[in-house]
């Protein structure tokens, strides 16, 4: 009984020391920090690590649009053709094509012309595109055949789905040889009416049978798309297709970098599209099948998704030419290296900000934005320029910045009785608000300054976007010391009175003149933008109303014209200034053609210009009439031009290969990870520290110290009493 006593107080005597003791012996035995969320195999290979907020809502690539979906399908498919990775300007390269397209011009009678025809005689462009052969595709269940070599999953039964719950259920797997006809396909289901593709109306104008195409299949199943002839695509044999396009477009070649033009094997749809899969989200939307460097191997949307090398994937090599200065940054030391480098990337779901910012600073994440929360704790601006704070320089963290080949504006409806029309009248209204809405201030509180005021509807790094004082909006700006300086508000309040309302005073009501802004700001957090833009406007006396909706009302405004002012923006699909200045073009108008040109413009001269621009190739001729068409909108005012957003990307010391590059989506290939300089620095960087558990534990030992020592005395006197009672109980 005394030795059971004492080794009870003996446990409460030695329990923090012992804890900590524990804790102690824990992190000595360990490689691996405490809190390391990874596997400890994981810690020596080639793993990329980073995060996403949003989850993917498309896979397929016929109908995935959005910048997050990109980010997983284009590092899975390949189009034929691909942005060159270093290269400045932007340049199109063979992916999985032998090489760049041979474009043939015809006229109407279907002779052949040459390169330099006058594009009025073109009828029609052939883009002939050759095939690498021995490309094959990703393992996949789709494939998978018997001996006989029948597909072994494309008719099963129900009780064979009902025992499915994911992709990885299936025993076996299978690949092929990529060919022409895959492409030829994509194209196919591109037209197809139940795909729902968002670029299926622009396509039509363009891809000769395109349409026709889209009527035919309308009302029949998707096994006849495997079939049914398009007139104007072809395969000409296993590894060669023809596109035909109506008249000259030479912005067709950016698109056959896109995904929507990547190959789709057609067993894909037959395996996908079996009664009951949809119903287990095992779908095309939820598991790619593609050639590219990468598969997915797991799709948790709302924990993880992951991506594994492919082990089907055909050579590709790393380039072995940029532009200057990228060899002495290192970008060349992998020249001529098959490609990828990486063997798997995990991508973990993080709605919050702050926790994503700490596994950065961790090393847990490789790679990371800066949201406003952790802004000022990685970035300094000393003497005008960016840098990071010591804290982040200390860790061997690099900055990467850019401005996108993106433009966010306000615009001006102008359909609209008071602010739209073509009158010197609204124009000077346009004017004096275009010069009233300070976007410098703008990107400085809403962009913590990662942002470039647009000067004309071309960003940088697009053709026909010009740097210095040939390049500035001389309605809204004047060329001082070397830069734009906005003009005066003086100047803007002179603007608004030429049209008509002196001090902002609507003639008409003696009242301050009321504008509209529809808006789909309808949050508490967008209360400060709306306040912001409000005394913008209340610089020149208007009295700016506030219309916030959710976004399928504002779109509905949108379509029927009834908004007023607004803020939209876009981002380039390809680096070519057709692709902006169709934002303007009288006949893409969102009222009377269903088309982008959102504020519903329309200049006849800017419409020639844009027709004749469109289809010349880059040089003076074409950025001489790039000059008239700014100078057009710089003048109507259509937008208020608002700015160009500028990246911040942080990247750890062990990321290598790594050069901005906004139209190319599949960078991930290039990228090169040290995992034996990661698990160091995480180590180092994630020790734990003991102190506060081992000063918790003698504050504990404080506090139960009184209340052993008394339980001690008790048991002391108690122990004669109960031998007392052991010895009469013996007798």
């Known amino acids: 009984m005394s030795s059971l006593l004492s080794i009870k107080f003996c446990r409460a005597d030695i329990f923090p020391s012992a804890l900590f003791c524990l804790a102690a012996l824990l992190v000595a035995c360990s490689d691996s920090p405490w809190n390391d969320p990874y596997p400890k195999q994981d810690d020596k290979q080639a793993v990329l690590y980073m995060s ?215 067993e894909a749809d037959a395996f996908y599209d079996q009664p009951g ?15 590219g460097p990468y598969f997915l191997a797991e799709n948790n949307p709302n924990r993880r998704m992951m991506l594994v090398k492919n082990p089907n ?64 704790q990685a970035i300094q601006f000393t003497g005008g320029g960016v840098t990071l704070t010591d804290s982040l320089k200390e860790k061997g963290i690099r900055l990467y910045t850019s401005v996108e080949t993106s433009i966010f504006y306000m615009g001006f409806n102008m359909l609209d009785a008071t602010v739209g029309g073509d009158s010197d009248q609204t124009r000077k209204l346009r004017q004096a608000i275009a010069i009233a809405i300070d976007y410098e201030e703008f990107i400085a509180i809403f962009r913590n300054e990662r942002g470039v005021p647009a000067q004309g509807a071309i960003p940088p790094g697009i053709f026909g976007n010009e740097p210095g004082e040939a390049g500035i909006n001389s309605y809204v700006y004047d060329w001082v010391d070397g830069k734009p300086r906005r003009k ?14 002196p001090n902002g005073v609507d003639p008409k009501t003696k009242e301050p003149m009321i504008l509209y802004f529809d808006t789909t700001a309808t949050s508490v957090d967008d209360k400060p933008l709306m306040s912001w833009y409000r005394k913008q406007f209340q610089k020149l006396g208007i009295q700016l109303v506030i219309r916030a909706t959710d976004y399928n009302r504002f779109q509905q405004k949108m379509s029927a014209g009834n908004a007023q002012i607004y803020v939209w923006g876009w981002n380039a699909d390809y680096p070519d200034p057709e692709n902006f200045f169709a934002l303007l073009y009288g006949f893409n108008g969102k009222v009377k053609h269903s088309g982008e040109n959102s504020g519903n413009y329309q200049n006849p001269e800017f419409d020639r210009l844009f027709e004749q621009m469109r289809n010349m190739e880059n040089g003076e001729q074409r950025l001489q009439i790039i000059r008239q068409m700014q100078a057009i909108i710089r003048r109507d005012a259509p937008w208020v031009f608002g700015f160009h957003p500028k990246t911040f990307s942080l990247y750890h010391s062990w990321a290598s290969n790594l050069k901005p590059n906004l139209m190319a989506n599949n960078r991930l290939k290039y990228v ?38 008394a339980y001690r005395r008790r048991a002391k006197r108690s122990l004669p009493a109960a031998l007392a009672n052991q010895t009469e109980v013996l007798r």
């Open 313 to 376: 994937f055909h050579f590709e090599a790393y380039p072995s030419e940029g532009e200057s200065g990228d060899a002495e940054k290192g970008l060349l030391a992998d020249a001529g290296k098959p490609l990828p480098f990486i063997d798997k990337v995990v991508v973990t779901l993080e709605k919050e900000t702050i926790p994503n910012w700490s596994k950065f600073l961790q090393g847990y994440y490789d790679s990371s934005g800066i949201a406003s929360d952790s802004f000022d």
């Open 488 to 501: 005066s508000i003086e100047t803007a309040r002179k603007l608004i009175a030429e049209a008509g309302y």
């Open 52 to 266: 996403f907020a949003e989850r993917p809502k498309h896979l397929d690539p016929a109908v995935a649009y959005s910048e997050n979906e990109y980010a997983f399908i284009a590092q899975i498919y390949e189009p034929p053709l691909q942005y060159h990775y270093l290269k400045r300007p932007y340049q199109l390269t063979p992916l999985a094509a032998a090489r760049l397209p041979d474009i043939r011009y015809y006229d109407r009678q279907g002779h052949k012309l040459g390169a330099d025809a006058d594009p009025q005689d073109i009828a029609y462009s052939d883009y002939l595109l050759e095939i690498k052969p021995g490309i094959r595709f990703q393992p996949h269940p789709a494939f998978a055949q018997d001996k006989e070599g029948r597909y072994r999953y494309h008719h099963l039964d129900k009780n064979a789905v009902d025992a499915l719950a994911t992709l990885n259920d299936f025993a076996e797997t299978g690949t092929r040889e990529l060919t022409a006809e895959d492409y030829v396909y994509q194209i196919k289901r591109l037209a197809y009416p139940k795909t729902q593709s968002p670029i299926a109306e622009m396509m039509k104008n363009y891809i000769v049978g395109f349409d026709d195409f889209a009527k035919i299949s309308a009302d029949k199943s998707k096994a006849v798309l495997k079939t049914l002839p398009i007139a104007g695509v072809e395969a000409l044999d296993r590894y060669h297709y023809r596109i035909r396009i109506k008249g000259k477009y030479p912005q067709f070649s950016y698109w056959l970098a896109m995904p929507f033009f990547a190959p789709m094997p057609w």
């Open 277 to 291: 899969f949809s119903d287990k989200n095992i779908t095309l939307d939820w598991y790619p099948v593609g050639t």
């Open 672 to 709: 090169r990870i040290d995992p034996v300089q990661r698990a160091e620095l995480r180590k180092r960087w994630n020790r734990p520290v003991f102190w506060p558990l081992a000063a918790a534990g003698v504050l504990v030992a404080l506090l139960f110290a009184p209340a052993v020592q």
